[in-house]
């Protein structure tokens, strides 16, 4: 059935979205009121989510399940959107960080001062090395950071490097190195 409706949709099916959207929206709402405690905030990502979907159809690869892509789209279109309210602080840092980091887990009190450390030396970052230490904590690969955003892998390992270093300046005993170890290839 994925296969088929992933075909459909990437042929432009207007049925076959509606299905997607039909099998799908109840979920993505309790998942993204789960993670923002907000009803607007769930809504708005519920419509973004399948926008992108609609938008990038012809990128959804018929060998993954539906479900795994519309909530791998979901995870980013959370995470942008928790980026951008976080710098109008209309969500707060801790809650982006809470979701990028944490996900599940509630932070013992060091765990949440080490948190909130990171999540203040990660704001004087420049744009892209917050972007690419973002791309890092949801667990991408150097290879993979570097794709989406153009540029070369080893620019990728280059600016993460970087970005340790000034964090490691401003807080010193931020963990840093378990977090960007998440990534499946390492600095």
Do not use: C
């Not at 992108?52 to 399940?65: A, C, G, I, M």
Request: aromatic share 8%.
């Amino acid at each position: 059935m994925d296969r088929a409706l992933i075909t459909s949709i990437r042929n432009g099916d207007d049925l076959a979205f509606r299905q997607a959207y039909d099998l799908f929206h109840e979920k993505l709402y309790a998942y993204f009121l789960h993670k923002t405690k907000s009803v607007d905030i769930s809504e708005e990502l519920v419509q973004l989510t399948f926008i992108k979907l609609w938008r990038y159809r012809s990128r959804l690869n018929d060998t993954l399940q539906i479900s795994w892509q519309i909530f791998r789209i979901a995870k980013t279109s959370l995470i942008d959107i928790l980026r951008s309210h976080a710098q109008t602080r209309t969500v707060s840092m801790q809650s982006l960080a809470y979701h990028e980091i944490a996900e599940e887990a509630s932070p013992p009190p060091a765990e949440d001062r080490q948190l909130s450390a990171l999540l203040d030396s990660l704001a004087h970052l420049s744009p892209m090395r917050r972007r690419i230490i973002s791309f890092r904590l949801e667990g991408l690969s150097n290879k993979e950071i570097a794709d989406s955003l153009s540029i070369s892998k080893k620019t990728v390992e280059n600016q993460i490097n970087r970005a340790v270093r000034e964090i490691r300046k401003m807080h010193e005993y931020i963990p840093l190195v378990i977090l960007l170890m998440a990534g499946r290839d390492g600095l």
